[in-house]
């Protein structure tokens, strides 16, 4: 990539993106404009060359002219990679920075589901001194990790040290370490039948929509818990609320959402074994983030590679 000394930068997403915008450190000859809005951005996609967002709409990239970079705020890039995105356009994403949050949220909740917090929660509401409730053991189970990128990497290590035994599935089936064994995605419905927790954490591609079918859900234990922090659609989301209104597992902790935010009238919202996390488990922290543009348009301005290219085909 030829270096240049100016450029035009949008910065995209639904909210605080003044915020955001604020943190470019742009050269002479870079502007920086924000947009929270389709509307607010018409006025300069036709010549940005440069988009910092998050779910930016497909219809704007229809019509960006100009566009050679798209710098993701996040760790999924499924809502970029649309055919209104030109080919020539070179998408990076921001590894690296969700794996703390989302182990803790991980752990979180599965130490809230053996440590019996609604139980003795609610028996404190009545008064109730419950002690014919008793927590369980998170040391000695078993977590499926489905998805050994980054996020799932430092998923597997941190249960791992609360001794949870943990087993993976990815792409490649290749040994990761803390990880007892790695199956492939053929293998998926053998994998989760090991699994008292099964947690999501793999890219919406072509391949993963749907993953999580009938027939995987019928391979869990009826004592296990789903946690889908990835995206909704990985999950046949009509088949899961079967699943869990049947008490075919015990239960589901729920980030993400084929349709987010969750509709009022959804019937997940009504189940007393899912609990619903809106789209938190991997926060936004404007600073990161900022790090990693900020490093990446400087290489972008110098002519340079730049980091965390996504392979367009591949969808990650
Ligand atoms: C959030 O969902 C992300 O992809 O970073």
Redesign the pocket.
């Known amino acids: 990539m030829a270096g240049r000394r100016a450029a035009t930068v949008l910065v995209y997403r639904p909210t605080e993106a003044e915020r955001f915008a604020s943190l470019v450190r742009a050269p002479r000859g870079v502007t920086v404009h924000a947009a929270g809005s389709p509307a607010e951005a018409e006025g300069v996609i036709a010549r940005a060359d440069v988009v910092w967002g ?1 779910r930016v709409p497909p219809a704007l990239f229809g019509k960006a002219e100009r566009l050679a970079w798209v710098q ?7 809502w970029a990679l649309v055919p209104e995105l030109p080919p020539r356009v070179v998408v990076t ?2 590894p690296g920075l ?1 794996g703390p949050w989302m182990a803790e949220y991980v752990l979180a909740w599965c130490l809230w589901v053996t440590q019996r917090v609604d139980a003795y929660r609610r028996a404190q509401a009545d008064r109730r001194w419950a002690a014919d409730v008793v927590p369980e053991r998170l040391g000695g189970r078993t977590l499926v990790v489905v998805g050994l990128g980054d996020i799932g990497r430092r998923i597997a290590r941190t249960a791992a040290g609360l001794g949870l035994r943990v087993v993976g599935v990815s792409r490649s089936g290749r040994p990761v370490p803390g990880v007892g064994r790695v199956y492939r995605p053929r293998a998926l419905a053998g994998a989760v039948a090991e699994g008292d927790f099964v947690v999501l954490v793999v890219p919406l591609t072509a391949e993963t929509r749907n993953l999580v079918d009938e027939r995987v859900l019928g391979a869990m234990k009826p004592t296990a818990w789903l946690i889908n ?1 990835a ?1 909704g659609a990985v999950v046949d989301e009509a088949a899961l609320v079967r699943a869990l209104a049947q008490r075919r597992i015990a239960g589901a902790i729920l980030d ?1 959402f084929a349709t987010e935010p969750l509709p009022p009238g959804h019937p997940l919202w009504a189940l007393d074994n899912v609990v619903v996390t809106p ?1 938190i ?2 926060p ?1 922290v404007p600073e990161d983030l900022a790090r990693v543009f900020n490093d990446n348009l400087a290489r972008f301005l110098a002519g340079r590679r730049l980091r965390h290219v996504v392979d367009r085909r591949r969808g990650y």
Request: glycine letters at 16%; aromatic letters at 12%; charged letters at 20%.
């Open positions: 998050w993701a705020m996040g760790a999924g890039v499924d994403r921001s969700f922090i995206r993400v789209h488990a991997g936004d």
